[in-house]
């Protein structure tokens, strides 16, 4: 899992301007995993300049349509991930 300190920085990033979830370290660590990515999805979508606040429901969109706009938002704000995209679809 993850260190409490990066969950502390999660949470307050989150609670903080744009975002405003109103988290607590328990409400985040009771998330499903469909609600964790409906949630970077939304976070990805509020500062996106290419997607603008634009929400996409996760359970209703097809996995690889969702992992080509996660990518395309990841090259956009120039993240080098150090993982195989192929390995990383399955």
């Not at 993850?2 to 985040?28: C, R, W």
């Not at 300049?49 to 992992?67: I, L, N, R, T």
């Amino acid at each position: 899992g993850m260190a409490s300190g990066e969950l502390h920085y999660i949470v307050d990033k989150l609670n903080a301007t744009p975002f405003q979830y109103n988290l607590t370290l328990l409400s985040f660590s009771e998330k499903t995993p469909l609600e964790l990515l409906q949630l970077l999805s939304d976070v990805f979508s509020i500062i996106s300049p290419k997607h603008q606040g634009k929400k996409y429901d996760v359970s209703k969109e097809d996995a690889d349509q969702m992992v080509d706009r996660f990518t395309s938002f990841l090259k956009i704000i120039k993240y080098k991930p150090n993982y195989d995209a192929v390995a990383f679809r399955q």
